[in-house]
């Protein structure tokens, strides 16, 4: 409603009218919702519309008593028409603003977040008690989350399946493929101890229709289900919001549905960064494009040192392409403690054809023969020809594609959309998850969110509280961390001890023939508590979770360490760990001080 509701105010008597009712010159009454007597808070439903295109709630704009009601079921009514005459408990009615709200210069979201008005600047063809858009991990979440709990809920998503970038072009066909290199490596690897297999024969179609249709189909096709079975209505189409409660949903035939919302979730997600100059050519992918697996290139170059960027090159590597990789930085998956990921590189360059770090990519031209790529640095090669160039230096948040100012909603000048630990952004019914709020850019952060978010729309007392976001790279090693690492501990003055135990110690490493892993505790030297972990090594994303459950739970060096792991298993070297620094270990000999 573009200019707010229509209010006569006589003391604390208040005749409601009809508001701006966007391109409809009227509109019929079909349900009063409200009878005199009756207590009403502000933005509860007085009455509902109905034009020959949608139906909508008309709230009231205060708290206070419905002394009469002024219309009957089966009236037509317009802009300015009295609806009821409400006794106000207000001591002051907000007046609707004269603008539009505009985006507030903020770098965090204030906790006391902005009550906005309700402000339609159109009739909506469909309303609903929480509207999300995106539905990725955080999405789906949040919008299954939201009905399980009672509330009315629109889905909005762009493509058309539902599970967003994580789903069908990211986490889970990547593991797909990352599932089908590790058999082919292990394969390989047991030639060692007297097995030997034949070269393996890649049917690159069949590899990529198990991919879509045997893994990602079969998850949408349960997301699609189980939104059924919750009444999440899902609508196809890029949303854009229009107004503090209203976003306009186009799609691909251009048919525009107006969705109008009590509360909303952003939760719009990121997408590839692009490297400025590049030549428009299908020879140079982003992640997307890598998992549609095309073709396997003879010669892949990397641009990226990153978890997307060694994932993909676990995968071509594994399936036969020659892969180099080159990294701006000195060194791969920064963000980890170096010690932790030399194990990885020290594999990775046995498998590369060539890894190069401090390197930076100066230009690429599109040749009939490859792509024809030139570096810079003090040890960069001299340019070389590739079949294929995978582009993979990070994500950007889609925060400034939503049309989210519309909505008042603050978005600094990257993406990012500020929230308070409730999910709120600077305004009080719009929330926002995921990505587009902030790093890490992580899926299970984004479905911890997405259930916070709309357990707070129904009124829960929650809020974000994790202490220890857990990252995965799933190479070969595995690699992962969480908490607190070493060389965050030293910038922040954080005195700690640190536990490391050696998988070369460890008999089911040693039977699986893998001991280049490890694993490091980082325990705080005042508290005697867990405040960090990483692991690599085989499995080590699985391995992860008992460390975060322990920093979680507060746990010390003595609860882990006399928890009884099973062995022989790689589990049991987080309990080792925890032995080396309490110095009770006997898998290993440590001498006395």
């Given at each position: 409603m573009s200019e707010g509701f229509y209010c006569n105010i006589m003391a604390n008597s208040i005749t409601v009218e009809i508001p701006d009712i966007g391109n409809f010159d009227s509109v019929d009454i079909i349900e009063i919702l409200v009878k005199a007597g009756d207590t009403i808070n502000k933005e509860d439903p007085i009455i509902t519309v109905e034009s020959d295109k949608a139906s909508m709630d008309i709230p009231s704009p205060a708290?206070?008593?419905?002394?009469?009601?002024?219309?009957?079921v089966g009236d037509t009514v317009k802009q300015g028409s009295p609806i009821i005459e409400l006794s106000s408990t207000e001591e002051k009615v907000d007046q609707p603003p004269k603008e539009k709200p505009i985006a507030a210069e903020k770098s965090v979201a204030e906790k006391s977040a902005e009550k906005a008005e309700v402000i339609n600047v159109h009739a909506s063809d469909l309303n609903c008690d929480v509207a999300v858009l995106g539905s990725g991990p955080g999405g789906y979440t949040a919008a299954f989350r939201a009905a399980d709990l009672g509330k009315s809920v629109i889905l909005i998503e762009r493509y058309s399946t539902i599970?967003?970038?994580?789903?069908?072009v990211g986490c889970i066909p990547s593991k797909a493929l990352l599932h089908t290199a590790k058999v082919i490596t292990d394969a390989e690897d047991t030639g060692?101890?007297?097995?030997?297999?034949?070269?393996?024969?890649?049917?690159?179609?069949?590899?990529?229709?198990?991919?879509?249709?045997?893994?990602?189909?079969?998850?949408?096709?349960?997301?699609?289900?189980?939104?059924?079975?919750r009444g999440v209505q899902v609508i196809e189409g890029q949303g854009q919001f229009i107004?503090?409660?209203?976003?306009?949903?186009?799609?691909?035939?251009?048919?525009?549905?107006i969705v109008g919302f009590q509360s909303a979730i952003i939760a719009a997600g990121s997408q590839p960064t692009k490297i400025p100059g590049t030549p428009v050519d299908d020879r140079i992918m982003d992640s997307t494009g890598a998992l549609e697996l095309k073709d396997i290139p003879k010669k892949l170059l990397i641009i990226g040192g990153g978890i997307i960027g060694?994932?993909?090159?676990?995968?071509?590597?594994?399936?036969?392409?020659k892969v180099s990789l080159v990294e701006l930085t000195d060194g791969l998956i920064q963000g980890c403690d170096r010690d932790m990921v030399r194990p990885l590189h020290k594999r990775m360059a046995k498998r590369f054809e060539n890894i190069w770090l401090a390197t930076k990519v100066s230009k690429m031209e599109a040749k009939k023969e490859g792509?024809?790529?030139?570096f810079e640095g003090a040890d960069a090669p001299k340019e070389a020809l590739f079949d294929r160039v995978l582009v993979a230096v990070g994500r950007k948040p889609n925060g400034l594609n939503v049309g989210a100012?519309?909505?008042?909603?603050?978005?600094?000048?990257?993406?990012?959309?500020?929230?308070?630990?409730?999910?709120?952004?600077?305004?009080?019914?719009?929330?926002?998850?995921?990505?587009?709020?902030?790093q890490p850019m992580l899926a299970h952060k984004a479905t911890h969110e997405g259930k916070i978010a709309a357990e707070v729309i129904a009124g829960e007392k929650v809020e974000f509280q994790a202490m220890a976001i857990p990252s995965v790279a799933y190479t070969d090693p595995e690699l992962a961390w969480a908490g607190i690492t070493?060389?965050?501990?030293?910038?922040?003055?954080?005195?700690?001890?640190?536990?490391?135990?050696?998988?070369?110690?460890s008999g089911r490493a040693i039977s699986t023939n893998r001991t280049e892993g490890m694993t490091k505790l980082i325990f705080d030297k005042k508290t005697d508590r867990i405040i960090g972990a990483a692991i690599v090594g085989t499995n080590a994303g699985e391995l992860i979770a008992e460390t975060v459950l322990s920093i979680e739970m507060g746990a010390d060096a003595h609860d882990i360490g006399l928890s009884i792991h099973p062995h022989p298993t790689l589990s049991e070297s987080i309990a080792m760990a925890s032995e080396m620094k309490e110095g009770t270990i006997t898998d290993l000999y440590i001498k006395k001080r």
């Open positions: 708290d206070g008593i419905v002394a009469k009601i002024l219309i009957k599970g967003g970038v994580c789903l069908n060692s101890h007297g097995v030997t297999f034949t070269k393996p024969e890649i049917d690159i179609e069949k590899l990529r229709d198990w991919k879509s249709n045997k893994v990602v189909k079969k998850l949408t096709m349960g997301l699609t289900q189980m939104a059924k079975q107004s503090a409660n209203q976003i306009s949903v186009t799609a691909k035939d251009g048919l525009q549905t060694l994932e993909m090159g676990t995968v071509y590597d594994a399936l036969g392409s792509i024809l790529v030139y100012d519309k909505a008042g909603v603050a978005v600094d000048s990257q993406g990012f959309i500020a929230t308070d630990k409730q999910m709120r952004t600077n305004i009080n019914h719009i929330y926002a998850i995921g990505d587009i709020i902030g070493e060389e965050e501990a030293r910038e922040k003055n954080i005195e700690i001890e640190k536990a490391v135990f050696p998988w070369a110690a």
